[in-house]
């Protein structure tokens, strides 16, 4: 089972960026899809975006539209969120998922990464 690891979480003050990453260790398949969701204190855990493994298709919540891209490195194994204009409601624990098509389940999680955006 692939491992996700995430990191680059921390604080930072409303209007600055962060880029979070996600290493995965193990094979990525070209039918997997990996995404980034977060959960904030009190809330429910919410999608954020995704990326196809292969041809890079994207996808976001609206909240985050124009502000938050999602990138791949094939060849590392990693995925990235680049999160610009951040606001204080994007507080929250942002955590790295796995699944093997765009039809299943996010199956492999990772631990998770603290993003906590001060106003």
């Known amino acids: 089972q692939v491992q996700l690891v995430e990191s680059g979480g921390g604080l930072v003050q409303a209007g600055g960026s962060l880029r979070l990453s996600c290493a995965a260790s193990?094979?990525?398949?070209?039918?997997?899809?990996m995404g980034w969701f977060r959960q904030a204190p009190g809330k429910e855990r919410e999608f954020v975006a995704s990326?196809?493994?292969?041809?890079?298709?994207?996808s976001y919540v609206d909240s985050v539209k124009g502000r938050f891209t999602i990138s791949r490195d094939n060849a590392g194994n990693t995925v990235y969120l680049q999160m610009n204009s951040l606001k204080s409601e994007d507080t929250a624990v942002y955590y790295c998922?796995?699944?093997?098509?765009?039809?299943?389940?996010?199956?492999?999680w990772g631990q998770g990464t603290q993003v906590t955006v001060s106003s």
């Open positions: 998922a796995l699944r093997y098509n765009a039809y299943a389940n996010f199956g492999s």
């Open positions: 193990g094979r990525i398949f070209v039918d997997d899809e």
């Open positions: 990326i196809r493994w292969s041809g890079g298709i994207t």
